[in-house]
């Protein structure tokens, strides 16, 4: 059983960089796609950021492309997602999810394995 944990995340001021980390243990996540969601309050879970188990591609959200930038690290299994020039509208807890996947897709219902989540608060 693979477990997420999510981390990185807080409070910012609008402009303002975070970078979130998600730490996967319990076995390899090699051959899995892995994303970043997010879910805002009173919204549905959205789809943030994907990378390929190879790092080979990437496919980001219209709102936050250019801005974020999602990398993974499959030795140290870490998935990163730095995020700079953050706006208001990016104040959400932050998920991270793993498919076994050869491409990223965005459906959140394709993901099987979930963090618990980090909040980002960005102040105006």
């Known amino acids: 059983q693979l477990q997420l944990i999510e981390s990185g995340g807080g409070l910012v001021q609008a402009g303002g960089s975070l970078e979130l980390s998600c730490a996967a243990s319990g076995r390899s996540f090699i051959s899995y796609a892995m994303s970043w969601f997010r879910q805002a309050p009173g919204e549905g879970r959205q789809f943030v950021a994907g990378i390929t188990w190879d790092g080979g591609r990437t496919r980001y959200a219209d709102s936050v492309q250019g801005r974020f930038t999602i990398s993974r690290d499959n030795g140290q299994m870490t998935l990163l997602l730095q995020m700079n020039n953050l706006k208001p509208g990016d104040t959400a807890i932050y998920y991270c999810?793993?498919?076994?996947?050869?491409?990223?897709?965005?459906?959140?219902?394709?993901?099987?394995?979930w963090g618990q989540g980090t909040q980002v608060t960005v102040s105006s």
């Open positions: 999810a793993t498919l076994y996947s050869a491409v990223v897709v965005t459906g959140v219902e394709d993901y099987d394995c």
